[in-house]
């Protein structure tokens, strides 16, 4: 039974390790069925905020809730409700696809009378229903994201983690990729995704823009760029906040 | 504990062993190999040892005592007329091991009822043969001096004269005495070790590098589930490899099996489940596949191998050392693996290495059980 509420709701939410403080207060929230864009560089704390958010790391203060759970407390729910995509590719290279998507249909606990409907989906999704008998170590760039994102709606989560899904693939593979992050959205999924793509920024419902693990602005793309004066792209936008927090001291 | 994730976990297990191939080649290929290198190699039975004689007599009674060397299945003389050079020359080149002097006066003092002296020559760079060498050759030459005495006696009217003792030895349990009776199942205990300990060292190690274990992370597994199913997988892996060094030990090597099989069978599924937590274990703690693998090789396999009591008496070392044994699993198991095999002795004996057996699993379990959970979490 799904809780009422946002699928993501962060409040005060800090991350030191050691002196070095990865995410610095953060506080916001993401409505059910949003494409919600976490943009930054790299060392921006975007990584950090979705490990926490999805059990893996422990918060230093703060709270954070998934899906109506505390991430702190009932991490156990949180990851049933939950799928990942980490930046790095993890899925086994030494196993097919279709053993791959086996796999983590058993990991999630799907049902078996459900299993061949949700891997076949899955399949169609990723675009890889004549790769089933792969060996993913063969597969190109483009096709291992499918997959890994494949693996991870296998259980149908209402929130999906996606950390910079995109890095290191063409950009017609990340063109297609973001088609099947559209698709999820549609069917009411709700998508929290990081890049460092500008352009990628401009397809998100609503986007967070991370410096130095703070929240430097906050909204829809369309909201951000028009307080920034006509004709602004997404890339002035970052700039001038980045100046802006700058200035302030950050 | 939920089954089908589990099931999951062991079945992925599972298809990683047979798609690393070189890792299965490896597990199945080594105790075939130990145990025909162990079993043909380290025999300590010494036969056939290369002698030289240098006879500097030529009488009857020499060419005599020579004709016991040549009869002799522990003697092959493979020069009849050396001399001194001649037998450090061939002991330097190693073709030689004994060389037998015999004096020129042989069959004089022989017969003038005064002693004669014959000089043996060992190479002591290999001083187990050596000792053994050196046995037989005394020995053969007690035999005749003591034959000789005899005739004498006989000769000057005495009535034929018996050995005041008469030693008759009989070896239980190994009565050949041969080696490969105890190298092999000995050898069981090291092979089971090798497999279970380092191969499960690199199973958790490798889904830290391979970033897998993030992915994992991210799911509802539990270490659990984790630990049991990657176990469950090279468990059988494990109990293969006994079957195969059971085979070969009883079928090829003729290794007697006294005991009882079913108990054979426990001890081993026992000592091997230990061995397997102990790998993940150090997988769990080092995180690295070549730290988790040099771990298990100092931790695992080399105590089997050389406080187990398998080539190394443990009554012969040092009494620091003695107690140091009391904590390697595989002291019990060889001498569970020795008890059923040879003497075919059962639970009411070997229940206390069992007992330690069972103790030392459980333990383990626990430790890598807690360490796979603070890792995880």
Same mark, same amino acid.
């Given at each position: 039974?799904?809780?009422?509420?946002?699928?993501?709701?962060?409040?005060?939410?800090?991350?030191?390790?050691?002196?070095?403080?990865?995410?610095?207060?953060?506080?916001?929230?993401?409505?059910?069925?949003?494409?919600?864009?976490?943009?930054?560089?790299?060392?921006?704390?975007?990584?950090?905020?979705?490990?926490?958010?999805?059990?893996?790391?422990?918060?230093?203060?703060?709270?954070?809730?998934?899906?109506?759970?505390?991430?702190?407390?009932?991490?156990?729910?949180?990851?049933?409700?939950?799928?990942?995509?980490?930046?790095?590719?993890?899925?086994?290279?030494?196993?097919?696809?279709?053993?791959?998507?086996?796999?983590?249909?058993?990991?999630?606990?799907?049902?078996?009378?459900? &299993?061949?409907?949700?891997?076949?989906?899955?399949?169609?999704?990723?675009?890889?229903?004549?790769?089933?008998?792969?060996?993913? &170590?063969?597969?190109?760039?483009?096709?291992?994201?499918?997959?890994?994102?494949?693996?991870?709606?296998?259980?149908?989560?209402?929130?999906?983690?996606?950390?910079?899904?995109?890095?290191?693939?063409?950009?017609?593979?990340?063109?297609?990729?973001?088609?099947?992050?559209?698709?999820?959205?549609?069917?009411?999924?709700?998508?929290?995704?990081?890049?460092?793509?500008?352009?990628?920024?401009?397809?998100?419902? &609503?986007?967070?823009?991370?410096?130095?693990?703070?929240?430097?602005?906050?909204?829809?793309?369309?909201?951000?760029?028009?307080?920034?004066?006509?004709?602004?792209?997404?890339?002035?936008?970052?700039?001038?906040?980045?100046? &802006?927090?700058?200035?302030?001291?950050? | 504990?939920?089954?089908?994730?589990?099931?999951?976990?062991?079945?992925?297990?599972?298809?990683?062993?047979?798609?690393?191939?070189?890792?299965?080649?490896?597990?199945?290929?080594?105790p075939m190999l130990m145990l025909i290198l162990f079993g043909y190699a380290l025999t300590?039975y010494?036969?056939?040892?290369?002698?030289?004689?240098?006879?500097?007599?030529?009488?009857?009674?020499?060419?005599?005592?020579?004709?016991?060397?040549?009869?002799?299945?522990?003697?092959?003389?493979?020069?009849?007329?050396?001399?001194?050079?001649?037998?450090?020359?061939?002991?330097?080149?190693?073709?030689?091991?004994?060389?037998?002097?015999?004096?020129?006066?042989?069959?004089?003092?022989?017969?003038?009822?005064?002693?004669?002296?014959?000089?043996?020559?060992?190479?002591?760079?290999?001083?187990?043969?050596?000792?053994?060498?050196?046995?037989?050759?005394?020995?053969?030459?007690?035999?005749?001096?003591?034959?000789?005495?005899?005739?004498?006696?006989?000769?000057?009217?005495?009535?034929?004269?018996?050995? *005041?003792?008469?030693?008759?030895?009989?070896?239980?349990?190994?009565?050949?005495?041969k080696s490969k009776n105890f190298i092999v199942p000995g050898l069981i205990?090291?092979?089971?070790?090798?497999?279970?300990?380092?191969?499960?060292?690199?199973?958790?190690?490798?889904?830290?590098?391979?970033?897998?274990?993030?992915?994992?992370?991210?799911? *509802?597994?539990? *270490?659990?589930?984790?630990?049991?199913?990657?176990?469950?997988?090279?468990?059988?892996?494990?109990?293969?490899?006994?079957?195969?060094a059971?085979?070969l030990g009883?079928?090829v090597f003729h290794v007697?099996?006294?005991?009882?099989?079913?108990?054979?069978?426990?001890?081993?599924?026992?000592?091997?489940?230990?061995?397997?937590?102990?790998?993940?274990?150090?997988?769990?703690?080092?995180?690295?596949?070549?730290?988790?693998?040099?771990?298990?090789?100092?931790?695992?396999?080399?105590?089997?191998?050389?406080?187990?009591?398998?080539?190394?008496?443990?009554?012969?070392?040092?009494?620091?050392?003695?107690?140091?044994?009391?904590?390697?699993?595989?002291?019990?198991?060889?001498?569970?693996?020795?008890?059923?095999?040879?003497?075919?002795?059962?639970?009411?004996?070997?229940?206390?290495?069992?007992?330690?057996?069972?103790?030392?699993?459980?333990?383990?379990?626990?430790?890598?059980?807690?360490?796979?959970?603070?890792?995880?979490?």
């Amino acid at each position: 039974m799904p809780p009422d509420g946002n699928a993501v709701e962060i409040r005060n939410l800090v991350k030191r390790f050691g002196e070095f403080v990865a995410v610095d207060h953060v506080t916001l929230d993401v409505g059910r069925g949003e494409i919600f864009g976490f943009l930054g560089p790299n060392g921006a704390g975007k990584s950090t905020t979705i490990r926490i958010l999805c059990g893996l790391l422990a918060p230093t203060s703060g709270s954070a809730q998934v899906h109506g759970y505390d991430v702190a407390a009932q991490s156990e729910q949180v990851k049933q409700s939950i799928g990942y995509m980490s930046q790095k590719f993890s899925l086994y290279d030494d196993l097919t696809v279709e053993e791959n998507l086996d796999f983590f249909s058993g990991i999630y606990g799907v049902p078996h009378e459900l &299993r061949a409907e949700r891997k076949a989906f899955a399949l169609r999704m990723a675009g890889l229903e004549d790769e089933r008998a792969s060996m993913t &170590r063969l597969l190109a760039g483009g096709w291992k994201q499918r997959l890994a994102l494949g693996c991870a709606i296998l259980h149908q989560p209402p929130i999906l983690f996606l950390d910079e899904p995109t890095s290191g693939v063409d950009p017609m593979a990340r063109r297609q990729f973001w088609d099947l992050i559209y698709a999820m959205a549609e069917q009411g999924t709700t998508v929290f995704v990081s890049t460092h793509y500008m352009e990628e920024a401009e397809y998100c419902h &609503r986007l967070a823009l991370m410096y130095k693990g703070r929240t430097i602005a906050l909204g829809a793309p369309s909201e951000l760029k028009a307080e920034h004066g006509d004709g602004a792209t997404m890339n002035d936008v970052f700039i001038a906040s980045i100046e &802006r927090a700058e200035e302030e001291g950050l | 504990m939920n089954w089908r994730r589990f099931r999951a976990i062991f079945h992925k297990e599972a298809l990683h062993i047979v798609r690393d191939w070189r890792s299965l080649m490896m597990a199945l290929a080594v105790p075939m190999l130990m145990l025909i290198l162990f079993g043909y190699a380290l025999t300590r039975y010494v036969d056939r040892i290369p002698t030289v004689i240098y006879d500097q007599d030529g009488s009857p009674q020499s060419r005599e005592l020579v004709e016991r060397f040549r009869g002799s299945r522990y003697f092959s003389i493979v020069e009849r007329q050396g001399d001194y050079r001649e037998i450090i020359q061939r002991i330097n080149h190693s073709k030689a091991i004994l060389g037998v002097v015999i004096d020129k006066d042989f069959a004089k003092t022989v017969s003038s009822n005064s002693v004669a002296r014959v000089q043996l020559l060992i190479d002591g760079s290999d001083s187990n043969t050596a000792s053994i060498a050196a046995g037989y050759a005394e020995a053969l030459i007690m035999a005749y001096s003591a034959e000789l005495r005899e005739q004498q006696i006989v000769r000057r009217g005495a009535g034929k004269m018996e050995t *005041p003792i008469d030693v008759r030895l009989r070896v239980l349990y190994n009565n050949e005495l041969k080696s490969k009776n105890f190298i092999v199942p000995g050898l069981i205990a090291v092979i089971l070790m090798i497999i279970a300990a380092l191969l499960t060292s690199l199973t958790i190690a490798r889904e830290w590098e391979n970033g897998t274990m993030e992915q994992l992370l991210s799911t *509802p597994v539990r *270490p659990n589930e984790l630990l049991l199913g990657k176990l469950a997988a090279y468990f059988l892996l494990g109990m293969a490899d006994m079957a195969i060094a059971l085979a070969l030990g009883v079928g090829v090597f003729h290794v007697p099996l006294r005991g009882s099989l079913l108990l054979l069978t426990f001890a081993s599924a026992l000592y091997l489940f230990g061995a397997l937590c102990w790998g993940i274990f150090l997988s769990a703690v080092t995180r690295t596949q070549l730290l988790a693998y040099q771990a298990s090789l100092v931790s695992s396999f080399l105590p089997a191998f050389i406080l187990s009591g398998f080539i190394f008496s443990i009554s012969d070392m040092p009494l620091i050392i003695q107690q140091v044994t009391r904590i390697v699993p595989a002291r019990y198991f060889v001498a569970v693996l020795k008890g059923i095999f040879l003497k075919g002795v059962g639970v009411s004996v070997l229940w206390m290495d069992l007992l330690f057996l069972f103790v030392y699993a459980a333990i383990v379990f626990m430790l890598a059980s807690r360490k796979m959970r603070q890792k995880m979490a």
